[in-house]
C-alpha cells in the first residue's frame, strides 16, 4: 500500500541529506524520487517504471531549443557577434546605472517573448551578456543572478507554451485571451527586475552608465551591428512571420552566427568541435535535471500526493484569499523540483475547480499560476535556469543564489499584486473583447 | 586505466559532436523541406528528438566524469579533509546506485521490454533507440569508480574554498 | 479531480490512465463503468482514474501497462500499429459509414478477435475499442470544400508516412508537428491549419485562429481500452463476464455522449467565431483510394477490410 508519508518524507529527506553531502543537484531529485518508486512498485518494476519516466522527461521536441541556444549563444561569443549587437544596445540604453545589467535585462524579455522558453533565454542571452560583464568588472554572481532572474518573462508574454499548456489542461479555456492576459504580468516582471538592478547599481557607483554618445559614434555603432542585427531579423524574425517555429529558430540561429563567423574569419573551422562539445557539456547537465525530475513528478502523480495535500490544506478554512495564499505557497514549493509542464498538469485539475468555486477567472488563475511557477523555475536549488545562468557566466551556485534572494522578494511581491489585482491580468483580454 | 578513460573520453567527445551537428543538420533539413521543398519529412522530429536523448545521456556521462555537473558543496567545503573525503564518497556512491539501479538495470529493462516494438517514421525499434540510457548508465558507473578511487587516493586534495577559487580564476 | 472508485472498500483499484480531461466522453463512460463494476462485484473491483495525461502520454502508459505498472489505459489506434502493423487496417481513411457501425465492427470479436489477439505476445490485452470522434481538415485559409481547396496549405497530421501521404492524396501539404506546438504555428503561418475532431479543436483553441472547420470526414481513428493480460487472467470468470458486458455498455454509453460533446464543442467554437461547413466527401474518398489499396495487403488485413465494408449500411 502507498503510504503518502513516508513517500514525502523520503522525497524531502533525502534531497536535503543528499545536497547536504555534496552530490549533484540532478542526483539528489533522481534518487529519492527512485527510491520513492522502489516503495511502491518494488525495485524491478521501480526501476524501469524510472527508466520510462527519465526518458520520457527528455524526449520533448521543445527542449530542443535549449542546445541549440546554448551553442548559438557559444559560437556568438566566439565570433564577435555578441560584442557588435551588445555595443549597439548600449548606445541605446547605456546610460542607465549597470547598463550591461539592464541590456541584459531588456534582452530577455524580448528574447524570451519570442522562444518562450527560460532556460532557452537564460543561454543566449546570458552567455552573450556575462563574458562582457565580466570584462568590465561587474560582479558575475549578480550578473548571473539578474540573467535567471529575467529568463522567465517570455514565459508570460506570449507566444508561451507554457500558457498554452495551460489552457489545454484547464479543459479549453482561451489562448488568445490567455496570451492577451500575460502581456502586463510579463511586462510588470520585467520592470520588477530592472528595479532590483537600478537599486543595485546605485549602491555601486563603479557601475555608473555611459555619457551620452554622438551621432556619429551611434550610426557608426549600427552599421557595424548590421550583419548581427541580421541575425535577430532571421532568427526572431523568421518565428514571427510564420517561417519556423522556436525550436526551428534556434537552429537557424546556429546556421546564420556560424555562416557569418567564417565571413569575419573569427572562428576556425577546427575550433568547431570544441565549441559544439562546450555547448553539449552545458545543456546535457540542464536536460539531465529535467529528464530526473520526471520520475519525482511521476511519482508524485502516482501517489496522487497533490490531491491528498490539497484535501489536508484546504479543509479548514473557506476565506478565498487563504485558499489562494495556500494554492500560491504549494505551487511555489512544488515548482521547484518540477518542470512547469508536470507541475500544471498536475495542479490544475485539483486546483482549477476549487479556484473556480470561490469565483476566481480561469484566464486570472492561468496567469498567477504560470507567474508563479515561472518564479519556481528559477529557484534553488533545483532550477534549470539557474544552473544554465551560473554555468554561462561561470559563477558559482552559491553566490548566483545570494544575488537572486532580492529578485524572489520582489517578484513574489508582484505576484501577490497579480493574484489579487485580477484586472492586470483580465483589463487586456476584456478590452479585445477575448472574456 | 587513465589511458584507457582517456581515450574513451576522447571517443565519446567525438560522438557527442558528431551527433550533435547531425542534430543542427536534421532540424535545418526539416525547415527546407517544409519552405523550400514544400514535402515535409515525416522523420525530421522524430529522429531530432532522440538525437538529442543520445546527445544529452552521453554528454552527461562525460560531464560527470569531468566533475562539471553542478553541486553546491558550501557546506561540504567548510569540513575537515578527511570528513570531505567521506562525504565525497558518499555522494559518488548515491550517483553510482542511481545509474546502476535505474539507468543500467531498469533501462536495460525498457529496452528488452520495447525490443520490437516499431516506430513508426524511424528504422530502429523502440528498443533500440532505448539504449541511449543503459549505454550511459555504464559510462557514468566507469567514470564514478575513477572518482572514487581518486577519492580514497593519497593524491585527494578535497574542496577549494570558493574565494579561493574564485581568485584564482580572475 | 479523476478520482472516484469506492475508498477502502474495494480490494481491487485498477489504475487507468487517460490523456484528456474528466469531463471527456471516454473518462464520463470509464467513471460510469468504474461504478457499475463496484456495484456488480460488492465493491471488489473498481477504477481509479488519472487523468490529464498525469502518468504520461500514451506511447508511455502502453509501455507501464506492459510492465504493470498501471492496469489500464486508454490509447490511441495508431499506436498499436508500432505493435502490430496490421492494426494500421482500421485506422484507413474512409473506411467506415458511421460511428456506430464503426463500434460495431471494431468490438466484434469475429472480425476483429484475431488483429486484437495478435498483441497478446507484447503484453497488451485489448479490451474495448471506444469511440475517438471523426477528424475534419480545418484551416485559417477558407472553407475546404473538394481537394482543390487544400492546395499547398499546410495541414498538420500525425507524424506518419501514412498521415503524410494521405493529406498529399487530399490535396494539401501533410506536416506532422507536435501537437503543443501546432497553435503558435497556426497564428504565426508556419502552418495553414490540422485536422481533428470537433472536441480537440475547441478544447486546444484551435477555433481561435483556424476558423475554417469542413466536414472531410476523412479519419474515424478507434480509441482502445488496454490492459496488462495478467490483471485479466486475474479475475475469475465471473468478473470477467460481468466486465465484458459492462465493457459493452459503456461503448454506447460513450457514443452517445461523444455525440453531445461534439454539438456542444461545435457550439462553443462557433461562440469564438468557428464557421463549419461540408464538403464534397466523395470526393475525397476517391482522392485517398490509392492509400487503401497500397495499405490493405495482408491476408489479415484483407479479410477485416472486407469485413467492415460488407457491414455498411
Ligand atoms: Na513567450
Ligand atoms: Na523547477
Known amino acids: ?435 | 586505466m587513465t589511458a584507457i578513460l582517456n581515450g574513451l573520453s576522447r571517443v565519446l567527445h567525438a560522438i557527442c559532436v558528431a551527433l550533435f551537428a547531425a542534430l543542427v543538420l536534421l532540424v535545418v533539413w526539416q525547415v527546407f523541406t517544409r519552405l523550400v521543398l514544400n514535402d515535409p519529412s515525416p522523420w525530421t522530429e522524430e529522429a531530432a528528438r532522440f538525437t538529442f536523448v543520445w546527445v544529452s545521456l552521453i554528454g552527461i556521462a562525460i560531464a560527470t566524469g569531468e566533475k562539471a555537473d553542478v553541486v553546491m558543496d558550501f557546506l561540504v567545503e567548510k569540513l575537515p579533509r578527511s570528513l570531505q573525503r567521506v562525504a565525497d564518497i558518499i555522494a559518488y556512491l548515491c550517483t553510482l546506485t542511481f545509474a546502476l539501479v535505474v539507468m543500467v538495470f531498469g533501462g536495460l529493462h525498457q529496452v528488452t521490454l520495447a525490443w520490437t516494438q516499431t516506430n513508426p517514421v524511424l528504422p530502429f525499434t523502440q528498443g533500440q533507440l532505448y539504449l541511449a540510457l543503459p549505454i550511459s548508465g555504464f559510462l557514468l558507473s566507469l567514470f564514478l569508480i575513477v572518482h572514487i578511487v581518486g577519492a580514497l587516493s593519497r593524491a585527494y586534495v578535497g574542496h577549494i574554498p570558493q574565494e579561493d577559487e574564485e581568485a584564482a580564476s580572475l | 479531480a479523476g478520482g472516484n472508485g469506492n475508498g477502502g472498500e474495494a480490494k481491487h483499484v485498477l489504475r487507468v490512465a487517460f490523456n484528456q480531461d474528466i469531463n471527456h466522453p471516454q473518462a464520463q463512460a470509464l467513471t460510469e463503468l468504474s461504478d457499475k463494476l463496484s456495484a456488480a462485484t460488492d465493491g471488489q473491483y473498481s477504477l481509479q482514474l488519472y487523468t490529464d495525461e498525469t502518468l504520461g502520454d500514451q506511447a508511455s502508459t502502453i509501455e507501464q501497462v506492459q510492465s504493470g505498472t498501471i492496469d489500464l489505459s486508454v490509447v490511441a489506434g495508431s499506436l498499436l500499429e508500432n505493435f502490430e502493423p496490421d492494426f494500421a487496417v482500421v485506422n484507413l481513411p474512409y473506411v467506415y459509414d458511421s460511428p456506430e457501425q464503426q463500434m460495431k465492427v471494431l468490438n466484434d470479436p469475429q472480425i476483429m478477435g484475431d488483429l486484437y489477439d495478435a498483441v497478446l505476445d507484447d503484453n497488451i490485452k485489448v479490451l474495448t475499442a471506444y469511440h475517438g470522434g471523426v477528424r475534419n481538415v480545418y484551416s485559417s485559409k477558407g472553407p475546404v470544400k473538394e481537394p482543390a481547396d487544400l492546395k499547398s496549405q499546410k495541414i498538420r497530421v500525425i507524424g506518419s508516412d501514412t498521415n503524410v501521404e494521405m493529406m498529399k492524396l487530399m490535396g494539401g501539404i501533410g506536416t506532422p508537428m507536435a501537437q503543443g506546438e501546432v497553435y503558435t504555428a497556426i497564428q504565426s503561418g508556419v502552418l495553414d491549419g490540422a485536422e481533428n475532431n470537433e472536441l480537440i479543436y475547441s478544447t486546444l483553441s484551435h477555433d481561435e485562429i483556424a476558423p475554417y472547420y469542413s466536414y472531410t470526414k476523412h479519419l474515424m481513428m478507434p480509441d482502445y481500452l488496454i490492459a496488462s493480460p495478467k490483471v485479466w487472467d486475474g479475475m475469475d470468470k465471473e468478473t470477467q463476464e460481468t466486465f465484458t458486458k459492462l465493457l459493452s455498455e459503456s461503448v454506447d454509453t460513450e457514443l452517445d455522449l461523444f455525440a453531445k460533446a461534439v454539438d456542444k464543442a461545435k457550439a462553443e467554437s462557433e461562440k469564438a467565431g468557428a464557421k463549419f461547413n461540408d464538403a464534397d466527401v466523395d470526393a475525397f474518398r476517391e482522392a485517398t483510394k490509392p492509400l487503401i489499396d497500397s495499405k490493405v495487403t495482408t491476408d489479415r488485413t484483407k479479410a477485416i477490410y472486407d469485413a467492415i465494408q460488407k457491414s455498411r449500411g
Open chain 1, 1 to 435: 500500500m502507498i503510504d503518502p508519508l513516508a513517500i514525502t518524507l523520503v522525497l524531502v529527506g533525502g534531497l536535503i541529506v543528499l545536497l547536504a553531502v555534496g552530490a549533484p543537484v540532478s542526483i539528489s531529485i533522481a534518487l529519492p524520487s527512485a527510491v520513492a518508486m522502489f516503495m511502491i512498485l518494488g525495485v524491478d518494476n521501480g526501476a524501469i517504471t524510472s527508466a520510462q519516466q527519465m526518458f520520457r522527461g527528455a524526449n520533448s521536441f521543445a527542449l530542443l531549443a535549449i542546445p541549440f541556444f546554448v551553442l548559438a549563444g557559444v559560437i556568438m561569443n566566439n565570433g564577435g557577434i555578441a560584442e557588435r549587437l551588445i555595443n549597439f544596445a548600449r548606445v541605446l540604453v547605456g546610460r542607465t546605472p549597470a547598463p550591461l545589467t539592464q541590456t541584459n535585462v531588456i534582452a530577455n524579455a524580448i528574447f524570451g517573448s519570442v522562444s518562450g522558453s527560460a532556460v532557452a533565454t537564460a543561454a543566449a542571452v546570458g552567455s552573450t551578456m556575462a563574458p562582457m560583464q565580466r570584462r568590465e568588472g561587474y560582479d558575475r554572481a549578480f550578473s548571473a543572478a539578474a540573467n535567471v532572474a529575467s529568463a522567465p518573462t517570455g514565459m508570460l508574454i506570449p507566444p508561451s507554451n507554457t500558457l498554452i499548456i495551460y489552457s489545454l489542461a484547464a479543459g479549453g479555456t482561451s489562448v488568445g485571451a490567455l496570451f492577451m492576459a500575460g502581456y502586463l504580468p510579463g511586462i510588470l516582471w520585467a520592470i520588477a527586475c530592472a528595479a532590483v538592478v537600478w537599486v543595485y547599481a546605485r549602491k555601486h557607483p563603479e557601475l555608473k552608465g555611459d555619457p551620452r554618445p554622438s551621432f556619429g559614434v551611434i550610426f557608426s555603432t549600427f552599421v557595424k551591428a548590421l550583419p548581427s542585427l541580421g541575425l535577430i531579423v532571421v532568427a526572431i524574425g523568421g518565428i514571427v512571420a510564420g517561417f519556423f517555429t522556436p525550436t526551428e529558430g534556434a537552429a537557424i540561429a546556429v546556421v546564420y552566427s556560424l555562416l557569418l563567423s567564417f565571413a569575419y574569419r573569427s572562428i576556425h573551422v577546427r575550433e568547431l568541435p570544441r565549441i559544439l562539445y562546450d555547448a553539449c557539456r552545458t545543456s546535457s547537465i540542464v536536460i539531465f535535471l529535467i529528464a530526473v525530475s520526471g520520475i519525482m513528478g511521476y511519482v508524485m502523480a502516482y501517489a496522487r500526493l497533490p490531491q491528498l495535500i490539497a484535501d489536508a490544506l484546504f479543509g479548514w478554512t473557506d476565506s478565498k484569499v487563504v485558499v489562494l495564499l495556500i494554492m500560491m505557497a504549494i505551487l511555489l514549493v512544488i515548482g521547484i523540483p518540477l518542470d512547469p509542464t508536470p507541475a500544471i498538469l498536475i495542479f490544475v485539475p485539483i486546483f482549477l475547480p476549487i479556484a473556480i468555486s470561490y469565483g476566481v477567472d480561469p484566464v486570472h488563475f492561468g496567469i498567477m499560476m504560470v507567474f508563479n511557477l515561472s518564479i519556481a523555475v528559477i529557484s534553488p536549488p533545483s532550477a534549470p535556469v539557474l544552473f544554465v545562468g551560473a554555468q554561462v557566466s561561470e559563477a558559482r551556485l552559491e553566490p548566483v543564489i545570494r544575488h537572486l534572494m532580492p529578485f524572489f522578494i520582489v517578484l513574489i511581491g508582484v505576484l501577490f499584486i497579480v493574484v489579487f489585482v485580477p484586472e492586470i491580468s483580465l483589463w487586456l483580454p476584456q478590452l479585445l473583447g477575448l472574456l
